[in-house]
């Protein structure tokens, strides 16, 4: 399940997986990022959002969706949820870390939605 938040300029969005019984959250963002298409653009980097550390690892990518501009993917594990954040379009790597900055993260209260593992789809 995720949220966007989005302008003809650019486009926020944050979306959050429980964890397959017994999987670690090392395996997760292992799987998660394996997943990702970042390969040939930006330097992933460690970074904090909501007291956890997590990967950068879309940095600054050419956005190839109808908003263009760059692309901006964030992955961290918290409790026993994956989340994942993109911002693209019109945007910078100052404004989607003052976005991250925003965050803050309660999986206890989150939806026990049910989606496949990372290995087979983003969460």
């Not at 959050?16 to 930006?42: F, I, R």
């Not at 992955?75 to 989340?83: L, S």
Request: with cysteine; aromatic share 8%.
């Amino acid at each position: 399940m995720g949220d966007r938040i989005e302008s003809a300029m650019a486009g926020f969005r944050g979306t959050s997986q429980k964890l397959a019984p017994g999987q670690s959250s090392e395996v997760w963002l292992k799987a998660y990022l394996a997943s990702s298409p970042s390969a040939d653009c930006g330097i992933p980097e460690q970074i904090s959002a909501g007291g956890s550390v997590g990967t950068l690892d879309m940095n600054g990518c050419n956005g190839q969706g109808r908003l263009g501009g760059r692309v901006y993917d964030y992955a961290v594990v918290v409790g026993d949820h994956g989340y994942n954040f993109t911002m693209e379009g019109d945007v910078s790597h100052d404004l989607f870390l003052a976005m991250l900055a925003t965050v803050t993260f309660d999986p206890e209260s989150a939806a026990d939605n049910r989606h496949p593992t990372p290995a087979s789809s983003t969460p």
